[in-house]
């Protein structure tokens, strides 16, 4: 629905809007692979806005064309601060790519879901287009691919290591995680006067320094020297050991700082900022967002990852899940930070008078939907903490994990005359709520799920247990699939209780590191014994800056540097999700045989048996129709 507001509600993003501003000159011009939405959802506007309520001058230039005379990056001129690139919210590969690498035909950060706006590696792409046009220009690099290559990693793509992104792009400064302190703070210094090549004392920002002896020794913090880029390029093992420091010192509260050897410069990565405070955080949701893309697109067809959340709540940050596949903890941390009442409630409110509201509010979730306000019960034990996850292999005793915090606030949102429903679309962690594997149940669970039961699932659940096998599931970090059973339980209690029907729907993932072939049968027989007919499924995408990513990449696990089986061909990995698809017809002879050959017959009767029928009946209808 188009809505009559004045485009000076949003950032600007056309030299005429800056001009009917009375600006000349812009502090900082702000280069996106996403179309420009101004949501709090969108990191582009986010940093914008920030970068509005410190009193710069700001513009955006989303999607540019790079490919003509690059007049996009020119429109704007010179900014006075720096360039500031973010290539959307989804690393560009991932959001081109399949996990088969076939080009994706649509992207859901474009108006229309039209493809081919941006480019592949954007990041690099804009920041070498800058370059030239702008030599003496910061440039200022963040976002999610910056974030997570911003040591030397693995591109599935390209099927090779790559270093810092610092390299490639010639940016200046890179900013990794939710940007917006270190941003608040670089404005401020640029604008004093400090040459970025000075900046160097900057929590949660990475440079390339000439010469060792550069990096700056007065910094209050440890120093870790990780194994160079050259040696990971000879030396997989040396690649492997780095990503245990990388991942325990992107997560820690007292972090040291990396240091790598890149060609003949060094990679300096600062450690990360401590979580946001509760003000900090909802002073960077309560900015004025329209909530609302830019009316440039209205022409142009709805923006699909907008249409997805446009009437969702965000109530916090970070996750302490750990998951090996995953990058949330990376970019985001695993500590949580967690909005106001007040804030969310204040944002309740602005959904529900957003002309098109009909009712329902599609998320009040977070990166996991049930981690709201939860935090370490003493602090200081939280401090000295190194571990990935907080609750594998178990849930950390320190762990507050009480869900009453989240059940008042729903009941809250749910109270509001204007809201007819307000779903947890979010991924619930499951684990959370099973009190074998719970050992910090303060009664608060229990009370949660029926509440989540009753008024919060929209039609179907959808939990990701992700595999059956224990195996697989440790190096996913991920709680054994008994607790599933557990889980699942309970939730048909609740709904037969309340006389509803709504499906839990598991997710789950093919190729993982650790699953077999025969792992992956299992998985089919165990959750067809369920009930089960498997939809929602993927195939492991090796993204930059996991876990899984590394042992995909290695075939070690970075934290004991022992082998662990990974599914690596198109063949295999295409042998693999084969499994989840055993009730399509088109699947059966090469499933029996598959299992065949591993001497699994007990597997053909127990996931084929009702299918040999079916099959039979298809090839006599097919010869029936044949002859007439
Ligand atoms: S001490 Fe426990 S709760 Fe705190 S960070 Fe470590 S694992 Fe998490």
């Known amino acids: 629905m188009q809505v009559n507001r004045p485009p000076s509600d949003w950032l600007p993003i056309t030299r005429k809007e800056v001009l009917a501003r009375g600006w000349d000159e812009l502090d900082v011009v702000i280069i996106s692979g996403d179309a420009y939405v101004d949501h709090p959802a969108f ?31 020119k429109k704007m001129g010179k900014p006075r601060l720096f360039f500031g690139i973010s290539s959307g919210c989804m690393d560009p590969m991932v959001n081109h790519y399949t ?111 000439p010469g060792e002896e550069e990096i700056a020794a007065d910094v209050p913090w440890e120093t870790i020297h990780l194994h160079s880029h050259g040696r990971c ?11 245990k420091h990388i991942e ?51 022409k142009r067809g709805s ?3 907008y249409e997805m959340i446009r009437f969702s709540i965000n109530m916090h940050r970070g996750c302490f899940g750990g998951c090996s596949f995953c990058t949330i903890s990376a970019h985001q941390g695993k500590f949580i930070a967690s909005r106001s009442e007040e804030s969310i409630l204040k944002e309740v409110e602005k959904v529900t008078q957003m002309p098109d509201f009909k009712g329902y509010i599609s998320d009040l979730g977070g990166p996991s939907g049930n981690m709201y306000k939860m935090k370490g019960k003493v602090q200081e034990i939280c401090d000295r903490c190194v571990a990935p996850s907080c609750i594998h292999p178990v849930v950390c005793n320190n762990l507050d994990t009480s869900h009453k915090q989240m059940t008042d606030l729903y009941r809250k949102v749910d109270k509001h005359p204007k809201v007819k429903k307000a779903f947890v679309g979010s991924g619930i962690r499951y684990d959370l709520l099973v009190d074998d594997y719970n050992k910090n149940n303060d009664g608060s669970l229990d009370e949660y799920m029926e509440q989540v039961v009753c008024r919060h699932v929209s039609g179907r659940l959808k939990v990701a247990p992700e595999h059956t096998s224990d195996a697989t599931l ?81 075939g070690l696990h970075p934290y004991t540097l022992r082998p662990v089986y990974t599914a690596r061909s198109k063949k295999e990995r295409e042998n693999q999700h084969l499994f989840f ?26 996931l084929l048996h009702d299918r040999k029928k079916a099959v039979k009946r298809d090839i006599i209808k097919g010869r029936k129709r044949r002859k007439r």
Do not use: C
């Open 43 to 73: 990191g582009s506007a986010v940093i914008g806005r920030i970068i509005e309520s410190e009193g710069f001058k700001v513009a955006i230039v989303p999607q540019p064309n790079w490919q003509d005379d690059l007049r996009d990056f």
């Open 99 to 209: 996990a088969n690498k076939r080009k994706r035909s649509t992207d859901a950060y474009t108006p229309g879901g039209e493809a081919g706006f941006r480019p592949d590696y954007a990041t690099t792409v804009y920041s070498k287009i800058l370059k030239e046009l702008y030599p003496d220009v910061p440039i200022v690099i963040g976002g999610i691919e910056a974030s997570l290559r911003r040591v030397t990693h693995y591109d599935y793509w390209s099927n090779k290591l790559f270093p810092t992104i610092l390299k490639d792009s010639g940016a200046d400064l890179l900013v990794y995680g939710m940007g917006e302190i270190p941003l608040r703070h670089l404005l401020h210094l640029m604008n004093d006067g400090h040459p970025i090549e000075t900046i160097r004392h900057l929590r949660q920002t990475a440079f390339l320094q």
């Open 233 to 243: 390029l000879r030396n997989k093992r040396s690649f492997a050991s780095n990503f």
């Open 248 to 298: 325990q010192q992107s997560n820690k509260v007292q972090a040291d700082r990396l240091v790598q050897k890149v060609g003949d410069k060094f990679l300096v990565i600062n450690p990360p900022n401590p979580p946001m405070t509760e003000n900090e955080i909802d002073g960077s949701f309560d900015l004025p967002y329209t909530r609302m893309p830019h009316p440039k697109y209205n």
């Open 303 to 305: 923006i699909p990852a």
């Open 474 to 554: 440790k190096v996913m970090r991920k709680p054994s699939f008994k607790h599933f059973h557990k889980f699942k339980e309970k939730y048909e209690h609740y709904n037969k209780k309340h006389g509803l029907n709504q499906p839990l729907i598991p997710y789950f993932i093919s190729s993982h590191p650790g699953s077999t072939d025969e792992e992956m049968a299992n998985l089919a027989a165990e959750t067809k014994d369920m009930g089960f007919r498997l939809e929602q499924v993927q195939g492991f995408t090796p993204t930059p800056m996991t876990v899984a990513t590394v042992i995909y990449y290695t």
């Open 581 to 606: 698809f055993w009730y399509k017809r088109d699947n059966y002879h090469k499933i029996r045989d598959k299992l065949t050959s591993m001497g699994r017959e007990d597997l053909v009767e127990k």
